[in-house]
């Protein structure tokens, strides 16, 4: 089991930028892909983007993808989402994940970050 703790959410305009962060503790991070999810209370939780172990597969959401980018740096045991162009739909509270492949199976999950978009 690994335990995962985000940050970097917050209140920003539309159009404007946040990096969130996910911070891993346990010694399987290298092997896992790991992956953002969002939640609001109008939708399912939504797949944001994943990354495997390698860092070298991304996959996206459709409504993210061209305007945000999945990272990772194993050394630190960290993940990143960088998050550009925001809209006031991009509100939600967003997960980090564990485990998973792509966009499911993911075992692992953070406590949660709130992002807010005005417009």
């Known amino acids: 089991q690994v335990q995962l703790v985000e940050s970097g959410g917050g209140l920003v305009q539309a159009g404007g930028s946040l990096r969130l962060s996910c911070a891993a503790s346990?010694?399987?991070?290298?092997?896992?892909?790991m992956a953002w999810f969002r939640h609001t209370p109008e939708k399912e939780r939504e797949f944001v983007a994943a990354?495997?172990?390698?860092?070298?597969?991304?996959h996206y959401g459709v409504s993210v993808k061209g305007r945000w980018t999945i990272s990772r740096a194993s050394a630190k045991n960290v993940i990143y989402l960088q998050m550009t162009g925001l809209k006031p739909e991009d509100t939600a509270i967003y997960y980090c994940?564990?485990?998973?492949?792509?966009?499911?199976?993911?075992?692992?999950w953070g406590q949660g970050t709130q992002v807010t978009v005005s417009s």
């Open positions: 994940a564990a485990g998973g492949t792509a966009d499911f199976g993911y075992h692992s």
């Open positions: 346990g010694r399987t991070f290298t092997s896992l892909s």
């Open positions: 990354i495997d172990s390698s860092g070298n597969i991304m």
